[in-house]
Nanobody, 123 residues
C-alpha cells in the first residue's frame, strides 16, 4: 500500500514557475515507477511525465518537453515536478501516481493516486 500526497500547486502568472512535490508513505517507494498526470473539468486525465524506479529514465508528453522536469528522491520518498515557462493551458489539477509494473503513459496502469493539487496559470 502506498499513500501519495501532492503539494506545491497554486496561482502563477504565465511564464512563471512552480515546483510540485508528492510525498509517499511506505518503505517500498523505490519499487514503483512514478508519474504525473493532469486533468481539467470534463476531460480525461492526461499523462504529463513519468520516471523509472531508479530515476534514470524519464518521459514527457510533447507539450511540456523542455519546460517541465520530473525527478525523485528515493531517500525522501518524494517525487517532484519542476514546471517552468508555464502557460495558461497548463492549468489543471495535477496528480501523482505510482505504478508497480513500471513506467507507463496510461492512467489505468497506475496502482495508487494522490488527491491532486490545483495549478492555475493566469495570462
Amino acid at each position: 500500500q502506498v499513500q501519495l500526497v501532492e503539494s506545491g500547486g497554486g496561482l502563477v502568472q504565465a511564464g512563471g514557475s512552480l515546483r510540485l512535490s508528492c510525498a509517499a508513505s511506505g518503505r517500498t517507494f523505490s519499487s514503483y515507477a512514478l508519474g504525473w498526470f493532469r486533468q481539467v473539468p470534463g476531460k480525461e486525465r492526461d499523462f504529463v511525465a513519468s520516471i523509472s524506479r531508479s530515476g534514470f529514465i524519464v518521459s514527457y508528453t510533447d507539450s511540456v518537453k523542455g519546460r517541465f522536469t520530473i525527478s525523485r528522491d528515493n531517500a525522501r520518498n518524494t517525487v517532484y515536478l519542476q514546471m517552468n515557462s508555464l502557460k495558461p493551458e497548463d492549468t489543471a489539477v495535477y496528480y501523482c501516481a505510482a505504478d508497480r509494473a513500471g513506467q507507463s503513459t496510461r492512467a489505468d496502469e497506475y496502482d495508487y493516486w494522490g488527491q491532486g493539487t490545483q495549478v492555475t496559470v493566469s495570462s
